[in-house]
């Protein structure tokens, strides 16, 4: 009796090909859409951690936040928000991971975007992916306090920056057109009563047309709270 052979035929391996081909095109984009969710949670967290910061930095500073930026107000005391907050965050380290590499990287894994992880290493130590809105504390004043705002609500703190210009990415804070959607062409944004939401205005996808054209977002979002 002679052995069978067991071997495929061309056209049933074509058929398990095309088979796994049609699987994959329904996964990856799956995959692809987990992974950007995930990304899109971590930098709500982040926010959400760095609301607390804030918060800690006012209860020890007459209830001022941190200021916006380190260069136009040259006459104004207190701490960029940037390096403000690390102190706190470094605090919630366990002492134990408390090494100069371990906590250099908790710092920027909490400041900074997961989107950080991309940009080029030359680069990275003058690009602030979040950024600080430059609105809260206008003309004469240096800071904001934080319980002035009138509806924290809606009165954006924190957002997601731009990073593909080179000027933009240096600053530490901005307005609505700093911000980039690069969460499912959503930004996250942090309010002045501490939750985060993401809020999309228009479809820019966070890259080549970036920054919103106009302060409202068609969500009554505030950045000027006067």
Not at 84 to 108: C, F, G, N, Q
């Amino acid at each position: 009796m002679k052995n069978r052979n067991c071997a495929f035929t061309l056209i049933e391996l074509l058929i398990v090909i095309i088979i796994i081909s049609i699987i994959a095109g329904l996964v990856f984009p799956v995959l692809s859409m987990v992974k950007e969710k995930s990304k899109q949670a971590v930098c709500m967290s982040n926010m959400g951690q760095m609301f607390k910061c804030f918060a800690q930095y006012a209860v020890e500073n007459d209830g001022y936040l941190p200021l916006e930026n380190n260069s136009t107000k040259s006459d104004c005391g207190g701490e960029v928000w940037f390096k403000a907050v690390d102190r706190y965050i470094i605090t919630d380290a366990l002492p134990e991971e408390r090494t100069e590499i371990s906590t250099k990287e908790r710092l920027i894994s909490v400041k900074q975007d997961p989107i950080i992880k991309t940009v080029d290493q030359d680069k990275k130590d003058n690009t602030r992916t979040i950024k600080m809105n430059t609105q809260l504390a206008q003309g004469s004043a240096c800071s904001r306090m934080i319980d002035s705002i009138r509806f924290p609500s809606k009165t954006v703190l924190l957002f997601d920056g731009r990073i593909n210009n080179t000027t933009v990415a240096g600053k530490f804070d901005g307005s609505y057109g700093s911000v980039a959607q690069r969460h499912s062409r959503g930004a996250n944004i942090l309010f002045m009563d501490g939750h985060v939401g993401r809020v999309q205005n228009g479809d820019s996808d966070g890259t080549a047309n970036e920054g919103w054209p106009n302060g409202h977002a068609d969500q009554g979002i505030i950045w000027d709270p006067d």
